[in-house]
């Protein structure tokens, strides 16, 4: 074996060990989760609650709050972020300015949730009144999440190909226009992989929901619309805390575990199968 | 023989930031003709043609100085509705552009933007544009389908026909045929031929042949500046500055 060849299999055998290792180190952790969780899994844990009378254990409150927690600060998040981006990205003339946003929001996605969490128990809780409840928890997640939206949507928008635009523009179209029926379409990979990390971070947050949405992991009442503003509760995450540091429950963390990973699996396939509808219109 | 000035130049100058990339352009497009742009590449020919239409305003620090007229009104006054100016002057560009649609959807892009919503209109101007571009035989039958599934050449067609839909009096092209098969660039050709009754065809290209083939009037430039215009089969046959004749016989550029 001559030199040349031997430096290629030794980087082919290295790209081999990291991406082997990445692997293994991820298989394990999903594995492990799911071997001490899995005996705690039962249809009556998923579906039930807890009770301390009754003597049992039970999470669906925790994933019903989780997926509320997801679609009300998405449902803030996305439009708010991608007009933003839109606007700084297509409009916004003054450098400085453009610029500014950027940093920003560099700074913004590196800043400890704790200092969120902060934020919103100061800002949303107390000064708005919300007290610990989803929507303030929702509400200061969608804060957390708007540089990743933001930069994601930018990203995407500046990626769309200038083809579009010139061909666009050419027939007359306004910016409006042309930004809506083809440069938005062409971004949407980029806002759908905004929108996963997003959830991605909401789903495996819990400093920021332990100081602005409460501990509670009784089912709430999401009947009504005054109900459910005042729902307040522990998602998996930190339902998860919750079992694993101050009750000791290992068992049923890790069960609440196993359930994270498969609900974060649901998500991207979701997200995934939503990019590929939208693109294919 | 009269004609209608329906372009006009005066003393434009042209700035890519600090790069000056047109120096004093005069220059008149007829009404109703073809005109072709030749030159080197870097010659300034394609940056003239970005004016006509401002598609040059998408580069940032672009400008331009001088006068420069479509029916005697100003391009670059300020506050010029550019959109209704493009409107009137389509553009075919060097590489076809179509969207992510269906053939259909593609021709029927620019009316819906200006207000066409009635279907039966639409299925008119869609048939209406394709037969313009030679190419309504060849997609009759698919205009649901995908446009970028059609060959180059079919695609550039599709392009013509998406720019005619519009109903503008100027035809842009930018070097449209270039990125095209001889025969392809043959039908492209022979469908300018048909158009330049109705419309006013202003034709950057790098093929001298093609100038000859298709245009009535000529305008050579070089670095910036039009150093001869004329009908076309003068200034080929006879070309009067030295540089055009030296570019025409191949020495130059």
């Given at each position: 074996m001559n030199p040349r060849h031997i430096r290629d299999f030794a980087a082919k055998a290295l790209l081999w060990l990291s991406a082997g290792a990445v692997s293994a180190l991820l298989l394990a952790l999903a594995g492990y989760a799911g071997f001490r969780g899995a005996p705690e899994l039962s249809w009556r844990f998923l579906t039930g609650q807890e009770s301390i009378l009754g003597g049992t254990a039970g999470i669906l409150p925790s994933v019903v709050n989780t997926l509320v927690v997801i679609a009300v600060s998405l449902a803030v998040v996305l439009p708010v972020g991608v007009g933003a981006a839109v606007y700084l990205t297509?409009?916004?003339?003054?450098r400085l300015f453009v610029e500014g946003a950027a940093f920003a929001a560099g700074v913004l996605s590196g800043v400890p949730s704790i200092l969120y969490a902060m934020i919103g128990a100061l800002v949303f809780c107390d000064k708005l009144g919300l007290q610990k409840t989803l929507l303030a928890g929702s509400l200061t997640l969608s804060i957390m999440t708007l540089p990743t939206v933001l930069r994601t949507t930018q990203e995407s928008l500046k990626a769309a190909p200038l083809s579009y635009r010139e061909g666009a523009l050419g027939l007359g179209a306004g910016k409006w226009p042309m930004i809506r029926t083809l440069i938005l379409p062409a971004s949407v990979d980029g806002i759908v992989t905004g929108c996963i990390l997003a959830a991605g971070r909401v789903v495996g947050e819990t400093a920021v929901l332990m100081y602005?949405?409460?501990?509670?992991?009784v089912m709430q009442d999401f009947s009504s619309l005054q109900s459910a503003l005042d729902a307040s509760g522990a998602t998996l995450s930190t339902a998860l805390y919750v079992y694993a540091?101050?009750?000791?429950?290992f068992g049923a963390a890790f069960a609440v575990a196993t359930v994270l990973l498969f609900l974060t699996a649901a998500i991207n396939s979701l997200a995934a199968a939503v990019g590929r509808r939208v693109r294919r219109v | 023989m009269s004609e209608q000035i329906i372009l006009s130049a005066r003393g434009l100058d042209f700035y890519y930031g600090p790069a000056?990339?047109?120096?004093?352009i005069h220059l008149d497009i007829p009404a109703k003709k073809v005109t072709a742009l030749i030159g080197p590449?870097?010659?300034g020919k394609s940056t003239f043609l970005r004016c006509l239409n401002r598609m040059?305003?998408?580069?940032?620090?672009a400008r331009a100085e001088g006068s420069l007229t479509f029916h005697g009104e100003?391009?670059?006054?300020?506050?010029?509705d550019v959109a209704a100016l493009r409107r009137r002057i389509g553009m075919v560009f060097q590489?076809?552009?179509?969207?992510?649609?269906s053939i259909y959807d593609n021709v029927a892009y620019g009316p819906r933007l200006h207000g066409i919503r009635s279907r039966s209109a639409l299925d008119e101007t869609v048939e209406r544009s394709l037969r313009a571009a030679a190419i309504w035989e060849e997609v009759a039958n698919r205009?649901?389908?995908?446009?970028?599934?059609?060959?180059g050449g079919q695609q550039q067609r599709l392009c013509i026909a998406r720019a005619l839909a519009v109903e503008p009096e100027v035809l842009l092209m930018d070097?449209?045929?270039?990125?095209?098969?001889p025969i392809s660039t043959g039908r492209i050709e022979t469908l300018l031929g048909t158009l330049k009754d109705r419309y006013t065809i202003v034709l950057v290209t790098h093929n001298m042949r093609q100038a000859a083939r298709v245009s009535s009037r000529t305008a050579f430039f070089l670095n910036g500046e039009v150093v001869e215009r004329g009908p076309t089969e003068r200034l080929f046959s006879m070309p009067r500055d030295r540089r055009t004749e030296a570019y025409l016989t191949g020495c130059l550029g």
């Open positions: 297509e409009y916004a003339r003054n602005t949405a409460g501990l509670s992991m540091k101050e009750r000791a429950d | 000056q990339a047109l120096r004093s590449s870097g010659c040059n305003d998408l580069i940032p620090g100003e391009i670059y006054q300020k506050g010029r590489k076809p552009n179509l969207f992510p649609m205009l649901k389908r995908p446009a970028l599934g059609l060959s070097e449209a045929t270039s990125a095209l098969d």
